[in-house]
């Protein structure tokens, strides 16, 4: 067990470019979360994915923000045309077990950063 | 919705002080309650958890008390060290239809020898 992994760590992009980050959950875990985190906060859901299917998206979540989990592993998630308000740690994280009781396996995160 | 109240920090103790962390919430039905931590430069980790009224989570000198008629999950240590100093995020999950997990936005303790 490696642990919940993100990539890149950090990232630097202008106003409007496109970018991607990529999550690899625990393996034996079929549930991956997508989190946003401000300075001060605490994580803001964005988006839930139980093996291949994405389940919830927050109403707050933009249309400029898309994820995917293709064959219920890995995970991306893609921001198109990015803002200054963008700027975030963006969280990924696993789980498995009885829902709404289970253990939260997160990983580092991918700092973002947007000029 | 649901909702996580902590309070504000940052917390400052000394080494072998007693230490409160006040949580609060406010959902439906009987809601899951975490503790996750944050180490400088890590990612966050459960502490610690109870899954229904009364259930005392511990973990590592930590513990919570999940108090339904207050709705409340306090955090308590007896003793805090250096090597606490971490943020504390309280939470919740598997309240009125949904499992999307809710926190709090966390409170930074500082320990000082």
């Known amino acids: 067990d490696t642990g919940v992994s993100q990539n890149p760590r950090h990232k630097i992009t202008k106003r409007g470019q496109n970018v991607t980050f990529r999550c690899d959950p625990i393996s034996e875990h079929n549930r991956l979360y997508w989190y946003r985190q401000t300075l001060g906060q605490g994580p803001e859901f964005l988006t839930y994915?139980?093996?291949?299917?994405?389940?919830?998206k927050s109403r707050l979540l933009s249309d400029r923000f898309s994820a995917e989990r293709p064959k219920g592993s890995f995970s991306t998630l893609e921001i198109q045309r990015t803002e200054q308000g963008d700027s975030a740690m963006y969280l990924c994280?696993?789980?498995?077990?009885?829902?709404?009781?289970?253990?939260?396996?997160f990983g580092p995160g991918t700092r973002l950063l947007v000029l | 919705g649901n909702s996580v109240t902590q309070m504000e920090g940052p917390v400052t103790l000394s080494e072998e002080a007693f230490l409160t962390i006040n949580c609060t919430y406010t959902?439906?039905?009987?809601?899951?309650l975490f503790w996750y931590v944050q180490y400088p430069g890590e990612g966050l980790q459960l502490l610690l958890k109870a899954t229904k009224a009364d259930d005392k989570g511990s973990n590592k000198g930590f513990e919570a008390t999940y108090r339904k008629e207050t709705t409340s999950f306090h955090l308590e240590k007896g003793s805090v060290q250096v090597s606490d100093s971490a943020v504390y995020f309280c939470?919740?999950?598997?309240?009125?239809?949904?499992?999307?997990?809710?926190f709090g936005r966390g409170t930074s303790l500082i320990v000082h020898p």
């Open positions: 939470a919740l999950s598997g309240s009125g239809g949904s499992y999307i997990p809710t």
């Open positions: 994915f139980q093996n291949e299917a994405q389940l919830e």
């Open positions: 994280a696993s789980s498995s077990g009885a829902r709404g009781q289970e253990t939260q396996y």
């Open positions: 959902a439906t039905g009987y809601p899951s």
